[in-house]
């Protein structure tokens, strides 16, 4: 059925003054014969045929012409005729039409409507544009397939394309069509040539009759409307039609200290020198009336609530940039009255006085009472009225803010509430998902059947559902659909599922000693160990149970080889959130002389193997908060030496170290995002423990052998690692942590244990010193310290801001600044003493490859007089995970 945009009334009487007069002498001319002309004469319409189409239903053309065999109709002036031309005129799919008699029989007529059809589009070419800018346009044109060519659809083609050249800071673009008939087609082709002309920039913003609120405010509040970057010694034309600006001259500035301000600097200086250089200062018509709607808001939330833009134009004085003026009328400055609460009874006044906290006599400002009210979103982050009503169930709460009265300057509000029932969770349905298992995301929900509503649940709920790694956060929302007939709730958890496993390959080469070496790593986020022996539900893995597999095998041939395996059940039973991990790690170093390509290689002669394993169970807490997690782990680790000589181990050249440990760890996550968190913390405070071999023996460790007193190494080692983000403006992400280490030793006759110290400096990655069990922890901008330590401190500041989001690939960039040092025992421990580094860094998470970074650090106390940048400053690498 066609459904097209009628005629314009106008269009159709002009055109029926010229196609009607047509019609009416084909009914009633020489062609039918001696037919009568008396008016009341009526025919009947036996048959209606149609001729001239080519694309178009014929039968579809005589139900849209509204004639019919049978009905009865005047050869001269007859309106049915009149409305059906004007019918199929109207579809806009024709260029001429024409109703003739072409056989009449006594009282009876057959009719034929002749039509020419509007041609069909064929190729669209653009003219005068680049090839991407071609492209962009097509895609907004959105043309399909077997459409008409009318008025219509190029005046809607013209519109879009200056649309879009006008968002672009081309407002004299000018667009023309030609249509090329093609003979030896059925279709029209259309050529678009395009003018752009030339790129129009805003030169100066001058605003007038601000006296209360600075320019540069109101300036910056306008963020689609913004002035070009300049450096010049001529000062930029900013004389506003309205009358004068706020005083700019030298004295004025000196005589109100001006130079003690950077606001009231940067605007004197600015029609010589603007500094925003990323501004593309073009002009947009709808971006300027939202950019007004902006610095009314400005003085709105100032107390300014009669403020408004009396005028404005838009011109340009020297005929290729433009001038934006504006005059505003402050008003008077209004403060709040007294406020009052009606309808509550849940909450008395005085507590929803403590959470409005607006007093009498605070500078009005409408946003921020509707935003403490919850009626729109807080920019502070602080408890609303709103959400504490939803907390607890109400979430058929609503709030009214209405003017009582106005006293001079004073405004006092009535606030009515009303509270309706509490809404009860009926039914929790889960969308979206198609290879994780219902269960594995139910289980993460605070928000169950048969339990009250609340918001913070909904908001916990995606949290928990964000930090599993395989469900999108970007693309998670909750469809809550509140029932008023029963006041219960139903959510339904729309979900997006993302690649989360990763397959990591690496290789390189290390001279002829050591030749070829390489690392593959598999890391699986979502797998299910109990459909491993089930073909069917393998995609391509077994996978739907959110469990975790990681292995990972690293080989040089002869010299080198480590493998490790770690599998972690998140819900232990599947009834609560304890995990359990099972891990395993061999690991074999060669010292050996010889070389891999001569042949006389011997791997067996002189190496390190360390073999081990652990399990962990890990338990949610409930208080302080269920955000901790306390976990319980059991490890043991055996080194074997044989010939294998190393700084740290002195004369202990061959022999066994065993090293079992109990680690004791205490955990709070609130993060919202696992790979770009925008706020929440992360808090981990470890201690590990080795049984006091030395405390319940009687030995004589002061003469003991190295290989003696390591044989049970002993040692007790604590880790505090914290994070902080808080979003600073948009996605700009403020990150701050600080981590702690320390280990000591029970016997101070047998010393600090060679095992298990602190490796600080490089890229976190480098060296074999995780083989004896150091923790390796990065310092960007500086080489591995010479020495390896029992105590170390570490700080970061970051900024950090996101390029790309999408499930396919995270990207962010990001400015650090770092403090670290680290020290061999406690005596020397300095707090103040740091090595300083800032630089940059990028980030790219791939889902099939993990996490891929590079940092370029700039290690400040490492310069010396005479040294250039590279001697200070390095790159570091990161493959598969984020070093500490």
């Known amino acids: 059925m066609l459904n097209l945009k009628g005629w314009k009334i106008a269009a159709f009487v002009a055109i029926s003054h010229i196609i009607v007069p047509q019609v009416q002498a084909q009914l009633g001319g020489k062609k039918t014969g001696q037919l009568s002309m008396q008016k009341d004469d009526r025919f009947e319409i036996v048959d209606i045929t149609v001729t001239g189409t080519q694309f178009l239903d014929p039968d579809l053309l005589k139900i849209v012409s509204g004639l019919h065999k049978g009905d009865k109709i005047e050869l001269e002036n007859d309106a049915a005729i009149t409305t059906a031309m004007k019918k199929l005129w109207e579809q806009k799919l024709i260029e001429n039409v024409r109703i003739d008699v072409i056989k009449q029989e006594d009282k009876r007529v057959w009719l034929n409507i002749t039509i020419v059809e509007r041609p069909k589009l064929g190729s669209v070419s653009i003219r005068g544009v680049r090839s991407t800018q071609e492209t962009e346009i097509k895609n907004k044109l959105k043309l399909g397939e077997n459409r008409m060519i009318t008025e219509a659809l190029k005046l809607d083609m013209q519109e879009t394309i200056k649309k879009y050249f006008i968002e672009k800071g081309f407002n004299n673009v000018s667009v023309t069509m030609e249509e090329k008939k093609d003979p030896n ?21 001058n605003i007038v009759g601000n006296e209360e609120v600075s320019t540069s405010r109101l300036r910056r509040a306008m963020k689609g409307t913004k002035e070009g970057p300049r450096l010049s010694r001529v000062p930029a034309y900013n004389t506003s039609v309205y009358g004068s600006e706020e005083d700019r001259s030298f004295k004025t ?4 200290w001006g130079f003690l301000s950077p606001t009231k600097t940067l605007n004197i200086l600015n029609p010589y020198f603007r500094y925003n250089f990323f501004s593309g200062a073009k002009y947009s018509a709808a971006k300027f009336e939202e950019d007004k709607e902006s610095i009314i808001n400005v003085y709105n939330n100032l107390g300014f609530r009669d403020a408004q833009i009396v005028a404005d134009t838009v011109y340009s004085p020297d005929g290729r940039n433009i001038n934006i003026d504006l005059k505003v009328a402050e008003g008077r400055k209004y403060y709040f009255g007294d406020i009052e609460y009606r309808g509550n009874t849940v909450y008395s006044d005085s507590l929803i006085q403590r959470i409005v906290n607006i007093k009498k006599g605070d500078v009005y400002n409408r946003q921020k009472l509707e935003s403490r009210l919850g009626l729109q979103m807080n920019p502070e982050g602080t408890v609303d009225l709103s959400g504490m009503y939803l907390d607890n169930g109400y979430l058929f709460f609503r709030a009214t803010a209405q003017e009582k009265n106005i006293v001079n300057d004073t405004i006092h509000y009535v606030v009515n509430l009303t509270e309706g029932p509490v809404a009860i969770i009926k039914h929790v349905d889960i969308s979206g998902n198609l290879k994780t298992n219902d269960h594995v995301i139910r289980r993460e929900l605070y928000t169950l ?16 559902l964000s930090v599993l790694g395989f469900i999108d956060p970007e693309k998670l929302h909750p469809d809550i659909k509140p029932n008023m007939t029963d006041y219960t709730v139903d959510i339904d958890y729309q979900v997006a599922e993302k690649s989360s496993d990763q397959f990591e390959v690496s290789a390189g080469y290390q001279g002829s000693r050591i030749g070829f070496f390489g690392s593959v790593g598999l890391v699986f986020n979502n797998f299910s160990i109990r459909n491993i022996a089930k073909p069917k539900y393998w995609d391509p893995l077994p996978s739907g149970d959110g469990q975790k597999l990681s292995i990972r095998w690293q080989s040089s041939g002869l010299f080198f080889n480590s493998g490790n395996l770690t599998f972690t059940e998140p819900w232990l039973g599947g009834k609560k959130p304890n995990s359990l991990t099972v891990s395993g790690v061999w690991t074999r170093l060669s010292n050996a002389t010889g070389s891999l390509w001569s042949g006389n290689a011997d791997a067996s002669a002189s190496y390190i193997k360390n073999i081990g394993g652990g399990v962990t169970f890990g338990k949610r807490l409930k208080w302080p908060d269920d955000y901790f997690v306390f976990s319980v782990g059991l490890n043991y680790q055996n080194y074997f030496l044989k010939d294998y000589a190393l700084s740290s181990l002195g004369e202990f050249t061959n022999g066994s170290a065993n090293n079992l440990h109990l680690k004791l760890t205490l955990s709070r996550s609130s993060l919202d995002h696992n790979l770009f968190p925008r706020s929440g913390s992360n808090i981990t405070f470890s201690a590990q423990l080795t049984p006091p071999y030395s405390m319940l023996s009687e030995k004589d460790y002061s003469g003991m052998s190295t290989k003696e007193k390591y044989k049970w190494i002993e040692y007790h080692k604590y880790r505090f690692n914290a994070e902080w983000y808080q979003k600073i ?10 981590k702690y280490g320390l280990l000591a030793s029970y016997n101070k006759d047998l010393g600090l244990s060679p095992f298990e110290r602190f490796q600080l400096g490089g890229d976190g ?19 591995i310290y010479e020495q390896d330590a029992t105590i170390f401190n570490k700080y970061s500041v970051e900024l950090r801001y996101p390029f790309s989001m999408a499930p396919t690939a995270t990207i962010f960039g990001l400015v650090f600044a770092d403090g670290a040092y680290a020290w061999q025992n406690a005596k020397q421990y300095n707090p103040l003493q740091l090595n300083r580094s800032v630089g940059a860094g990028l980030r790219l998470y791939l889902p099939m490859f993990g996490l891929m970074g590079l940092d370029y650090g700039i290690g400040i106390d490492r310069y010396t007089p005479g040294m250039s940048l590279s001697q200070y400053a390095r790159f570091s690498f990161m493959l598969g995970f984020e070093p500490e």
Request: hydrophobic letters at 35%; zero cysteines; charged letters at 25%.
């Open 253 to 256: 500035y000196v005589r109100n």
């Open 729 to 738: 403006y948009g996605n700009l992400i403020l990150k701050i942590s600080a």
């Open 449 to 464: 059947p048969g339990s009250k509503f609340s918001r913070s649940d909904v908001i916990r709920s995606i949290r928990q």
């Open 185 to 205: 087609k059925a279709f029209t082709d259309l050529v678009i040539y395009i003018n752009k002309g030339q790129k129009i920039k805003i030169n100066n913003v």
């Open 765 to 783: 990655l480098s060296g074999m010193q995780f083989i004896v069990g150091k923790d390796i922890i990065s310092h960007r901008g500086y080489e």
